[in-house]
């Protein structure tokens, strides 16, 4: 199912997703900077750190109107089943439901696979789109080391229960919500 997908949005002034340069770091911490209600910001130091597990797309033009990046957790699951998160998952507003979203998601579930990690995670606000692409939700409890060292950081809400963030995840048995 999801290849077809991925197939569907191959035309001519589709954006082409890549791994990303370094000369992509200021325009991905421009991008995820725009969506700073929706994504939790990083410094253009750690984009930079980040910079090989960066996917982005790139517009016929030139310009990154994409981004998506991934972190690991063998704390959740084990060494043999690590858990994978995506990150920073963006498209600029001009380019939306295009696919490019899609695509991004399809690139980097790809690149995952290769590592035989145990389950992808995400904590995000777009269910919807997440679901279109395979996710379900998963009880927040499921990802407790995620949420005490890096959720607990984030400045937007107290508690990381309290937050309207869902957790989803692709991949694995997930225990209901
Ligand atoms: C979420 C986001 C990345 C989606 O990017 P996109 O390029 O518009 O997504 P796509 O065009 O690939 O959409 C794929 C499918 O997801 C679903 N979807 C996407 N956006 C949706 C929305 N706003 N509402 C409901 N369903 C949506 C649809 O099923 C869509 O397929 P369709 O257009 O054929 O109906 C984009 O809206 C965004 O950058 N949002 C702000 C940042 C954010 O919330 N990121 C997620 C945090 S983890």
Sequence with gaps: MLESVAMKDEDSDAARIRTAVYEDARPIYRLIRGHSDALLLRPLSNVLENLDRFLVAEAPGGEVVGAICY??????GDELRTSAELQSVCVDAAWRRRGVGRRLVL??????????VGQIVVLTYA?????????????????????????????????????P?????????APAP
């Design 71 to 76: 972190g690991l957790w063998p704390e959740i």
């Design 107 to 116: 690139a980097q579930i790809g690149r995952l696979r290769a590592l035989h």
């Design 127 to 163: 269910t919807d789109f997440f679901a279109s692409l395979g996710f379900r939700e998963i009880d927040k409890h499921a990802i407790m080391y995620k949420l005490y060292t890096g959720c607990v950081n984030c400045p937007k809400h107290e508690d990381p229960f309290t937050c």
């Design 165 to 173: 963030e869902r957790a989803m995840a692709l991949g694995a048995e």
